[in-house]
């Protein structure tokens, strides 16, 4: 039952998180501590975004209370290690603060970013080896360089994503839910304390997010802003790579979990990719598509896949939910590869991409019914208005308003031509 003590450490920051929500929201009303909508935002009516300062100090107290339970104090033997991630932590939350209310521009952004992984690095936490064949990173710079790539990616692609009610927080209690047993399987396997960084942070950070996603739900009463979005990648990619350091490939490649395939040596990379599969797809995507037209990578745009699916005729909570089945399905399906033959492993992906898939596609199913039965339903009489057309193509309802050509009668004329004037 050592389990009990991650699980308090999640109550409390869970517990300290919707407390400083509730008073977090309160006050931003009573002060008007939120910015206006912007054009890309889903939302009608200005929305508090400061979550992100109740989750740093839910993340706070609960690493706080952890460093007086005994059976956690040997997370804190090497001090230097948890100082470096709140340090990093309250950069990145400073920051982000400071965005949501007065939005700062990119260049601004960045260079912060960097500073915040650069103290993560500095601290102690940074890829020094890759569990794939014992391969190890000699260079110092080279580690340091790629730690602050891979932190800065992954806190770029959380915010990225972060565009709808409790999308990221619940993303996030599934990955780390998920990444949570990995590393707990894990310290049997490779002689790892049971009590580690790692397990922590990951327990510290569900707690955050199940604490904030009561005032996040949709309908939203607050969102967690970039200060919240941020301080989540930025934890949760503290917690790969203090996790990934730790692995020895051999020992799970020779079939720790009662088998021998090589798949499972891999499982240390492919999991933090697989937990972070959308948020790091969409910020893929973003990067081509804004790089492709000329503008900068971070600008903002309306095109992000939640925006797809919206625009697609999902519903918001429907949306929300096809986010979370994906990531589900992306990170429980790697981790099966611990317990099961490669190909058993496959069959449980595929089958939940499939599923995923339709659910994905039915709006797009629904619209063509709706566009056949429209189009095979009897003309609409001459000035009547077709709700159902107007609402399957927009451009009808235009051209149902447009004044028609001069000298023309308006009954013989196409919707294509009465348009054109």
Known sequence: MRIIFYVLTTVVAAAVTWALSVLILRLSHRYRLYPKIRSR???TRPTPRLGGVAMF??????????????QLKPVFSSPENILAVVAAAFIIVVMGVVD?????????????????????AFGGIQITSLPIGGIILISPLTS???????????????????????LVAGVAIIANGVFFIFSYLQQAANNIDYFNLASLLTAVLIGACLG????NFHPAKMFMGDAGALLVGLLMAATAIAVTGQIDPISV???????GDLLPAFIPILLPVAIL?????DFGLAVFRRLRAGKSPFSADRKHLHHRLLDMGHSHLHAVLIFYAWTAVASVGVLMFLFVPWYWGLAIIVTGLVVTTVFTLAPLSRRKREEAAAQSAPAVAAGASDPA?????????????????AGADPTTLTPKEGAAS
């Open 41 to 43: 935002d889903v939302h």
């Open 57 to 70: 100090f839910g993340v706070l107290v609960g690493l706080g209370v952890a460093s007086f339970i005994p």
């Open 100 to 120: 949501d209310i007065w939005d700062l521009d990119w260049v601004t952004k960045l260079a912060g970013q960097i500073i915040a992984a650069g103290v993560l």
């Open 144 to 166: 340091l360089i790629l730690t602050i790539f891979a932190v800065v990616l992954v806190m770029n692609a959380v915010n990225f994503v972060d565009g709808l009610d409790g």
């Open 212 to 215: 904030f996603l009561p005032v």
């Open 253 to 259: 490649e020779n079939g720790t979990f009662g088998h």
């Open 277 to 281: 599969v959308i948020p790091l797809l």
């Open 389 to 405: 057309i107007a609402r399957l193509d927009p451009l009808d309802a235009a051209a149902a308003d447009a004044r028609p050509l």
